[in-house]
Nanobody
Framework: QVQLVESGGGSVQSGGSLRLSCGASGLTYSRYSRYCMAWFRQAPGKEREGVAAIDSDGSTRYADSAKGRFTISQDKAKSTLYLQMNSLKPEDTAVYYC????????????????????WGQGTQVTVSS
């Protein structure tokens, strides 16, 4: 069983930075030969949208809104996923979720929430102007 726990959210002014972390217990390369992990976000009244994804082999993918500002990475030894967010804008305000899909890469429609079977509880990010 995979359990995901996010941390690192908070409030920051426009132009600032935050780093989100997601502890992934039970998600190891030895157990799952391949997996896809991603960050999603959901703003009030909007659908959950994919922000960035990373394969177990390190390949990354980004939504257009995240390219050049956000960086997804993983530390397999710590079973932790990260999202470094720079140049934050008020429109980045949302609850950010960590997600995982096992036995597969992110080559499918990773930007859709239904692609993932495991979710964290979310962490709030608020960017003020």
């Amino acid at each position: 069983q995979v359990q995901l726990v996010e941390s690192g959210g908070g409030s920051v002014q426009s132009g600032g930075s935050l780093r989100l972390s997601c502890g992934a217990s039970g998600l190891t390369y030895s157990r799952y030969s391949r997996y896809c992990m991603a960050w999603f976000r959901q703003a009030p009244g909007k659908e959950r949208e994919g922000v960035a994804a990373i394969d177990s082999d390190g390949s990354t993918r980004y939504a257009d809104s995240a390219k050049g500002r956000f960086t997804i990475s993983q530390d397999k030894a710590k079973s932790t996923l990260y999202l470094q967010m720079n140049s934050l804008k008020p429109e980045d305000t949302a609850v950010y979720y960590c997600a995982a899909r096992t036995y597969d890469y992110c080559s499918g429609p990773w930007y859709f929430a239904w692609y993932f079977g495991y979710w964290g509880q979310g962490t709030q990010v608020t960017v003020s102007s």
